[in-house]
């Protein structure tokens, strides 16, 4: 009887899969090894080239492999031999016994595994160099992402120690894997090219009228549309005062990169997308904003003791811990940046890097020019004062014509500090700047030395309300810092110099 193509084909796959079993008899860790290193540098590989030609690193891809070959194929290997074991020893019943298997790797596996993952990673990534790094990479990023791997792998590990036979278990789990890191990277994939937009969109059209019912499966998968970012909006009670915050995010799970942003006093969590370009940040992390306490939709207490450096640094702490993150990425802009450095002087370990835009250091490092002392802005006149601060906020001659075009209403509905009309907001906002004014007669700049974190020092090339030299005399005095020129002006400093701020946050 002559065989078909597709039975020599499945007869070809039976072969390979029992040279793999016999493989897996004489040799089971060298072939899980192999079969790890495989796997595990094929998914990275097709992480990075979904992503675009400029995420590929032969480097993580090795690094990748190297952990599969060395922790983790031992790792599985030994684990799993031993839980099958003890399966066995165990007076009960297969499921019950699966059950408690999958728990025990929940409560013990699984913890050690993410750790040793994150420390080798970030090692080999010339990111941790001390325990101490490492303990601050870990305790970061350990619990998120337990919770993540718990919503998945339960129910992976549970149908294979039920299903497949023991041997089988590590590989199974290295297949799944793959899948996984692929999905997850498509998920996250998406074309900032208008042109990509508009060509994926028409072969999307012409898929839906050949393949509808494929399209419809997977049309997440096939859409090169850019996603957005989902918000999630919440009123935290802190320090006697109600702190309205936002978090951004485009990921089905919690991130391990997480960015705290302190906002100028130009901006609030409305208005935030005129500024920032949150998508392309909320892409790489979490990113988390709130209203200064006086600004936007938080509280605004009348009484002077309400407002000073002190309380902004605690308000921020209190809400970080709200949000159950111990550390994250800090960006500070304008006032942001004069409170990020108070912030990362008083708590190092929360901050992994600090990224300063637009802002100064107080002192004889300088301070953003005193718009408080317009007198269009102490009398609340918001269409005038958006006009005061047009030739400062951008010093090209040819801005004040296109901001009145396009831009005026932008800006004055932006300028939250000074158009805000709720009953107090006058006499709140007065204190909220006598207290960056007082802060500024002295700011950080004898202590900048002090800052361990890397930094970023961002500055518009037309930006007139705070200049290239408040960034250069940062960069004097703060040991791992980088200064950055955007040819943008104060306003735009988070949506054009997003990609720069974005590259140094990866790197760190």
């Known amino acids: 009887m002559k065989l078909t193509r597709s039975q020599k084909f499945m007869f070809k796959v039976l072969g390979l899969y029992y040279q793999y079993i016999e493989l897996l008899e004489d040799e089971p860790l060298k072939t899980k090894a192999a079969t790890a290193f495989v796997l595990k540098t094929a998914a990275r590989l097709t992480a990075q080239l979904i992503a675009g030609p400029k995420a590929f690193d032969i480097k993580s891809i090795l690094a990748m492999g190297t952990f599969g070959v060395c922790i983790d194929a031992p790792l599985a290997h030994y684990w799993f031999s031993n839980l099958s074991k003890l399966m066995a020893k165990l007076n009960m019943s297969k499921f019950p016994s699966t059950v408690f298997s999958c728990l025990l790797s929940m409560a013990t596996f699984d913890p050690l595994y993410t750790t040793l993952y994150f420390a080798f990673m970030g090692y080999a990534a010339g990111k941790l160099k001390t325990l101490q790094d490492i303990y601050g990479e870990v305790s970061g990023k350990l619990w998120p992402c337990l919770l993540d791997s718990w919503k998945l792998w339960p129910a992976v590990n549970f149908l294979c120690m039920y299903f497949v036979p023991e041997p089988l278990w590590t590989p199974t789990n290295y297949v799944v894997g793959y899948g996984w890191n692929v999905y997850l990277s498509l998920q996250d994939s998406g074309s900032s090219e208008e042109e990509e937009e508009t060509n994926g969109e028409e072969n999307l059209d012409h898929l839906r009228q050949e393949h509808p019912v494929a399209v419809a499966l997977f049309s997440n998968l096939l859409s090169k549309k850019k996603p957005k970012a989902k918000q999630q909006e919440k009123v935290h009670e802190i320090n006697g005062e109600k702190i309205n915050s936002k978090m951004f995010s485009m990921h089905d ?4 990169e997480r960015i705290l942003l302190l906002m100028d006093t130009s901006m609030d969590g409305t208005t935030i997308h005129k500024f920032v370009n949150m998508d392309a940040f909320a892409k790489f992390a979490d990113v988390l904003i709130y209203d200064h306490r006086g600004l936007g939709k938080s509280s605004m207490p009348k009484q002077a003791s309400k407002y000073s450096m002190d309380i902004f640094v605690s308000d921020a702490v209190a809400l970080l811990k709200a949000s159950q993150w111990r550390n994250c990425h800090v960006i500070g802009v304008g006032f942001g940046g004069m409170l990020a450095q108070e912030l990362t002087l ?93 802060w500024c007669k002295e700011g950080c700049w004898n202590k900048l030395s002090e800052i361990v974190a890397p930094t970023l020092c961002v500055f518009g090339t037309y930006d007139g309300l705070s200049r290239e030299e408040n960034a250069t005399k940062i960069q004097s005095r703060v040991p791992k810092c980088t200064k950055v020129a955007v040819e943008t002006n104060h306003f735009r400093l988070l949506h054009d110099g997003a990609e720069s701020i974005l590259n140094f946050l990866k790197a760190n």
Do not use: M, Y
């Open 253 to 256: 799970f919690k991130c391990n």
């Open 346 to 438: 008083r708590h190092p370990e929360i901050v992994t890097s600090l990224v300063l835009a637009g802002t100064g250091a107080g002192g004889e490092g300088g301070a953003n020019f005193g718009v408080q002392s317009l007198p269009s802005f102490k009398n609340g006149d918001a269409p005038t004062f958006a006009k005061d601060i047009l030739s400062l906020v951008d010093t090209r001659a040819s801005a004040l014509a296109e901001f009145e075009k396009d831009a005026f209403w932008t800006f004055q509905e932006g300028l939250a500090s000074a158009t805000d009309a709720r009953d107090g907001a006058d006499v709140a906002r007065k204190l909220f700047f006598k207290a960056q004014q007082v």
